[in-house]
C-alpha cells in the first residue's frame, strides 16, 4: 500500500504584555519534504522545491486574518493581550493507494485547533464547518454564511489528490541498483546475495531477488531508509548455494 499526503500547518502563538505581538508560522509539506514556507520578513509564501508552485496551489487566506482570528478568540487588543494563546490549522489531504494504483482511501481535512485543543473542522460533503469545541459555535454560524468561501475550500480539497500526484511525478528518481555477494556465517556452503537500490523517491517501492522469474525468500532486509540527499535506499539478502552457477536478478516494483 502506498500512502501520501500534502498539507499546509499554521501556527500562531500570542505573546503577554510586555513581549512583541503574535508569532505567525506556516509550511507545506508533501509527504516527507517541505515544499514551501511563509516568510514573516517578506510578508509572502516561499518556495523550498523547485516544483512547488508548478503543482501546489497556497490555500488564500492570509497571515494578517490568523491574526485576527487568534486575537478575536483570546480577546485581545492591539495593545494588550493576556496570557499565551495558540491557534493552529491544518488543511490539505492523504491518499492510501493500491499497489497498482487504484486508490483505496482519501481523506480531505481542513481542521483548526486552539489553545492544544480541537476546535472546528469543514465538512467537504456538506460546505458547513463541525464546531469540535463549545467556544466555536459563534465561529461555525460565521463561517457557515460565507458560501463563496466554503465553496472554494472544497473545490481545492477536491483538487488535492491531483497534486499530490503531480507532484511525486515530477520529482520521481529512479534507483541505482547494486547486486553483491558476501560468504554466508556459520555456513561455507552457503553466501549472501544482496540487492542494494538507493538514490530514488518517493519511497514507495518493494525489491525482491528472483531466479527464473521466481522469487526467493528473504533472508534479510532493510526495509526502506532514507538517505541524507531526501532520497532513499533499501537492501535484500537471499541465502544461495556458493556452488551454484545460476542467474539471480533484483526485481523492484514501485
Not at 1 to 9: N, W
Not at 160 to 175: L, Q, R, V, Y
Not at 200 to 225: D, G
Not at 226 to 251: A, F, G, L, W
Amino acid at each position: 500500500m502506498e500512502r501520501h499526503h500534502l498539507q499546509f500547518d499554521y501556527t500562531v502563538t500570542t505573546k503577554p504584555d510586555g513581549f512583541s505581538g503574535p508569532v505567525f508560522s506556516a509550511v507545506g509539506v508533501c509527504d516527507d519534504r517541505q515544499i514551501s514556507h511563509y516568510s514573516n520578513e517578506e510578508q509572502t509564501w516561499k518556495r523550498d522545491c523547485l516544483d512547488a508552485e508548478i503543482c501546489c496551489e497556497v490555500p488564500h487566506d492570509f497571515r494578517d486574518w490568523f491574526l485576527h482570528l487568534v486575537n478575536t478568540l483570546a480577546n485581545c487588543t492591539s495593545s494588550r493581550c493576556d496570557g499565551l494563546h495558540t491557534l493552529q490549522r491544518r488543511i490539505g489531504c492523504g491518499v492510501d493507494k493500491h499497489p497498482n494504483g487504484s486508490v483505496m482511501n482519501f481523506n480531505a481535512f481542513d481542521e483548526y485547533g486552539y489553545d492544544g485543543e480541537d476546535f472546528i473542522a469543514f465538512d467537504t460533503d456538506t460546505m458547513q464547518w463541525k464546531e469540535k469545541s463549545p467556544k466555536a459555535k459563534e465561529t461555525k454560524m460565521k463561517w457557515d454564511t460565507d458560501r463563496s468561501h466554503n465553496l472554494y475550500l472544497q473545490s481545492y480539497l477536491n483538487k488535492c489528490i491531483d497534486w499530490i500526484s503531480t507532484f511525486n511525478a515530477s520529482i520521481s528518481t529512479p534507483p541505482a541498483v547494486y547486486m553483491f555477494a558476501s560468504a554466508a556465517p556459520h555456513d561455507q556452503s552457503k553466501q549472501i546475495l544482496t540487492c542494494l537500490a538507493t538514490g530514488f523517491y518517493p519511497k514507495h517501492i518493494e525489491m525482491n531477488v528472483t531466479q527464473s522469474n521466481m522469487r526467493l525468500q528473504t533472508f534479510s532486509s532493510t526495509a526502506v531508509r532514507p538517505n541524507d540527499n531526501q532520497t532513499y535506499q533499501m537492501r535484500t539478502s537471499v541465502k544461495i548455494n556458493r556452488d551454484e552457477k545460476r542467474v539471480y536478478k533484483c526485481h523492484m516494483e514501485v
